[in-house]
Structure formats: structure tokens, C-alpha cells
């Protein structure tokens, strides 16, 4: 973890490893517990975003399946 600013205009710029899970085009919801910032995604990574995050070599479509299930699986969790 890694403090950023909020800019003049109430941006802020994510750090580079978060920008590989959330890239610019990712849907975003915000709201605030207390102090805390919290963003959650929209919807779903593609299985093309999935295997984006790691830019030095492409990940196996077996890699990318077992990603989404632990994607999934983790939605649920936070469900109940």
C-alpha cells in the first residue's frame, strides 16, 4: 500500500499495480465507511482483462478459467 494525493480537481491517480486490476476504462462504484474510501468494480473483468494483468507473458486459457472461478467464488463469499 502506497499513500496518493487528491489533486486540485478531485482526482486521484491510482498507483501502477492497481491500474493493471482497474484500467482506465473500468466501471468503478464509490462510497465511504468513516474515514475509508471504498471503490468496487462494476461488473466482472473480461477473461482478456484477466490475462492483461500480467504484461510480460500471456496467461494460459486454463490460468484465465481458474482466475475466474476464484473471482467468482470470492463474489459469493462476500454475498453471504
Known amino acids: 500500500m502506497r499513500p496518493v494525493t ?25 462510497w465511504t465507511e468513516g474515514d475509508t474510501i471504498v471503490l468496487k468494480r462494476l461488473r466482472p473483468p473480461k477473461a482478456s482483462q484477466i490475462a492483461g494483468r500480467v504484461p510480460e507473458k500471456a496467461m494460459a486459457i486454463a490460468e484465465i478459467d481458474a482466475e475466474v472461478q476464484r473471482l467468482r467464488k470470492e463474489k459469493r463469499s462476500r454475498r453471504g
Do not use: T
Open 6 to 30: 487528491v489533486a486540485q480537481d478531485g482526482s486521484i491517480k491510482l498507483p501502477k499495480g492497481l491500474l493493471r486490476r482497474f484500467p482506465c476504462d473500468s466501471e468503478l462504484w464509490l
